[in-house]
């Protein structure tokens, strides 16, 4: 690990990052009245929101901030690309998009992670993705923050991996290695026409709750825990919405399918838009 590695993994296990996400969860999902508007407002103002796009714009429906941040768009907001394998599940930046070498994804120049223990630790997860593609999206807090699904598919297993908090904006992903087999994660298999398909939620720093469609707020463990579904249960067509964080953090998909190919437009720092083609 370099010097700056070290010094910001010192730092962040020094500061309570676990105690002031559960603070800012708190917070962010308590009505406070006046103050919840004037958080809303000057959030809104900070991140330069489009007003335009939200379902909502009443912003005195919103009784938490939480409401507002975890908001929806209108109708067709979000075309869904149809031409495609696959599409985008959210708005944000692409951090890495490429193929899975030797059990490790990239993280940026110079820093790789493991597949497995991304996934969760379980060696037989793995294989299925060996040889495959991945692509990583960061979202920024001035991102839309509901996650949808990427491809025609039925979902199989989640497991929830507890861990650390860290920040995973642009300096930690360039200096702490592993960053994202460290923090907090839901990881979600899909079967799908082409093979099995994998989402990864990565939870961060300030990041309230990961939530699901099929489950609500995933609750925290101090272990790994699994979930199997009954075949067929939830199944999900492009676009439909599937989950959501409270605050910004990470999505990374993962395929083996030996047919399509990464978009042109997921290359690293182009910011990319929720049902843009993703696998072509």
């Not at 975890?70 to 394998?85: F, V």
């Not at 650390?164 to 298999?189: A, D, Q, S, W």
């Not at 999900?236 to 978009?263: M, N, R």
Request: proline share 5%; with cysteine.
């Amino acid at each position: 690990m370099s010097l700056t590695g070290t010094l910001l993994k010192l730092t962040e296990n020094l500061t309570p990052m676990t105690t002031l996400t559960v603070l800012s969860r708190q917070i962010a999902d308590r009505p406070l009245g006046a103050l919840t508007q004037r958080l809303i407002k000057s959030f809104i103002k900070s991140f330069n929101i489009n007003m335009e796009e939200i379902a909502n714009p009443d912003l005195s429906s919103y009784k938490t901030f939480n409401e507002f941040f975890i908001r929806s768009l209108k109708e067709g907001a979000r075309p869904i690309s149809t031409d495609c394998l696959a599409v985008s599940p959210t708005d944000g930046t692409v951090g890495q998009a490429e193929e899975i070498r030797a059990g490790r994804l990239i993280q940026a120049k110079g820093l790789d992670y493991s597949l497995r223990d991304l996934l969760g630790g379980n060696a037989g997860d793995c294989a299925p993705f060996e040889g495959g593609h991945f692509a990583c999206i960061y979202l920024s807090p001035s991102n839309y923050h509901r996650i949808h699904m990427p491809v025609d598919g039925t979902l199989v297993r989640t497991v929830h991996v507890p861990g650390r908090h860290y920040p995973v904006g642009m300096r930690n992903i360039h200096h702490m290695e592993g960053l994202y087999t460290k923090n907090e994660r839901l990881v979600c298999f899909f079967e799908t026409e082409h093979g099995p398909f994998a989402l990864v939620m990565v939870g961060a720093c300030l990041v309230g709750s990961i939530g699901t469609v099929w489950g609500g707020t995933v609750r925290r463990h101090p272990k790994a825990t699994t979930d199997l579904f009954e075949a067929g249960a939830y199944h999900y067509k492009p676009g439909d919405e599937i989950g959501h964080f409270k605050y910004g953090s990470t999505v990374i998909c993962l395929w083996g399918w030996q047919e399509g190919q990464l978009a042109p437009a997921f290359t690293e720092g182009t910011p990319v838009k929720m049902g843009q083609a993703m696998i072509v």
